[in-house]
Every structure is written in structure tokens, then in C-alpha cells.
């Protein structure tokens, strides 16, 4: 088993599911840690979610022979909070928009990153892509995912993106299986589409990742691996930088 390199998976939808399947049809020699982030906003039956993780150890253990490991379940609504929920009128003032998606995908990622450093190997798989049969979603977009992994990067981490360049979704139906739709077997989130009627341009979203959402999430990232929770300390900060330029 020692030889075995071991990765962080997240497990949510469909998408995620995919991902781990594509990296383990080439990566073999490898033990899979799923993990679930919990965000404030999200409701439903988590059963659903314990399905799909059975469901794909079942399958990696029959067609490459991979032990799936105990699924683990992470939250820390006060990081949530900092990033997406305390400042949202600064966001606004200082931005001329405000989603929650692209803070809470970031969040999810920053919790998976001390089990990554824990085993080792300093990688997450997960199930982001850039477009979804065309479909353009805020926190999925290139830009977005160039920043997550800035972010982890920060900290030595990798974030693996199998189906980054997926675009059809009939080859995620493929992977996992054709009765399984788009937004099916998976939690639901409150704020789900909220971005879609008024996107911000191209400009507005370099500047909140550039000057919030990376810087933020570097001293997120450190405080939360050097288990400390100042995290409305470091995200005021970073947010009165932007009036002293």
C-alpha cells in the first residue's frame, strides 16, 4: 500500500464523478480519498451524495482494481462567511458585482487542502470544466479555474482538472452512465443561477480575481492550514487595500 501514490477527490455531482474515472483509466497505482465540502446555502438529501460515492468505488474496484477510501465530509461556515456573506456590499462597491460561486468553489477547494498535504502526494481531483455544451457558468470559466489553482498553488498544492476541456456533456454521460442528468443525484444550492440574468464583463471579473479572490485566498489558505479562523480579519484587510490604491 505504501507504494501507492494517495490524492483527494471531491465528490458532488455527476461532473466530479467523471473526473475521478478519467484520471484513474491512466492512473492505476493510486488510493482515492473521496471528500464532500458542505456550503451553507446547500440543501437536500445527502444520501444521494453516499450513493455516488458507493457507486464509484464500485466501479473503480471492477474496472481498475482501486480502493476507494471512507468518504469525508469537511465545513467551516465562518471561512464561507468571510468570503462570500460579511462583505458583499464592499464586493459590490468595490466590483460592480457580486456572486457567491466563485468564493464558494474557491472554499471548497481550500478545505480539501490540508488532507492533500496530509497524504503527501499535494493533489486534488476535481470536476470543474469550462463549459458545459456551450453552457458558460461564473465560476467555471478559465479565468476562474486559472485562479483556484493559484491559489493551491500557493501551498504547494496541485488541483487536477481530468475534464477541464470536456465541453459535450454526452461524454460526462458516458462516463458516469446515461440515466444520471445534468443536476441529478447531487445537494442543491439556494443561490443556484443567481449570476445569470446580469454577468459581469470581462474587466469587472479580472479585477475581483486579481485584487480579492487570489490575495484572499493565499491568506485563507495559510490560516486555515495553520489552524487559525481570523479569516474577517484577512478578508477586511485585503478589501482596504483596494481604497488605499
Not at 464523478?17 to 497505482?29: D, I, R, T, W, Y
Not at 455544451?133 to 465560476?139: A, R
Not at 489553482?149 to 498544492?157: D, F, H, P, W
Request: charged share 25%.
Amino acid at each position: 500500500m505504501s507504494s501507492l501514490e494517495s490524492l483527494v477527490a471531491e465528490i458532488a455531482g455527476r461532473d466530479s464523478v467523471a473526473a475521478v474515472l478519467k484520471f484513474c483509466e491512466k492512473n492505476s497505482q493510486v488510493r482515492i480519498f473521496p471528500t464532500y465540502v458542505h456550503a451553507p446555502t446547500e440543501y437536500g438529501d445527502f444520501k444521494v451524495i453516499e450513493r455516488n460515492v458507493e457507486n464509484l468505488g464500485r466501479t473503480l474496484q471492477q474496472k481498475h482494481g482501486i480502493r476507494l477510501e471512507k468518504l469525508l465530509v469537511l465545513e467551516n461556515p465562518l471561512l464561507w462567511r468571510a468570503i462570500n456573506g460579511r462583505y458583499i456590499s464592499l464586493l459590490i462597491k468595490e466590483f460592480g458585482f457580486y456572486s457567491p460561486c466563485l468564493g464558494c468553489h474557491l472554499y471548497m477547494h481550500i478545505l480539501r487542502a490540508p488532507l492533500a498535504i496530509t497524504l503527501q502526494s499535494r493533489k486534488i481531483i476535481s470536476g470543474e470544466r469550462e463549459s458545459h455544451d456551450g453552457e458558460l457558468k461564473l465560476n467555471q470559466t478559465a479565468k476562474a479555474l486559472d485562479a483556484y489553482s493559484e491559489v493551491l498553488k500557493s501551498a504547494g498544492i496541485e488541483l487536477l482538472l481530468p475534464i477541464r476541456r470536456t465541453v459535450e456533456n454526452s461524454e460526462i454521460e458516458s462516463a458516469v452512465g446515461e440515466d444520471w442528468k445534468d443536476s441529478e443525484k447531487q445537494m442543491q444550492c439556494v443561490l443556484s443561477g443567481n449570476y445569470r440574468e446580469v454577468t459581469p464583463s470581462e474587466e469587472s471579473l479580472e479585477k475581483y480575481l486579481r485584487q480579492f479572490l487570489i490575495p484572499a485566498g493565499k491568506e485563507l489558505l495559510s490560516a486555515v492550514l495553520a489552524e487559525e479562523d481570523n479569516y474577517l480579519d484577512i478578508v477586511h484587510e485585503v478589501l482596504s487595500r483596494q481604497d488605499r490604491t
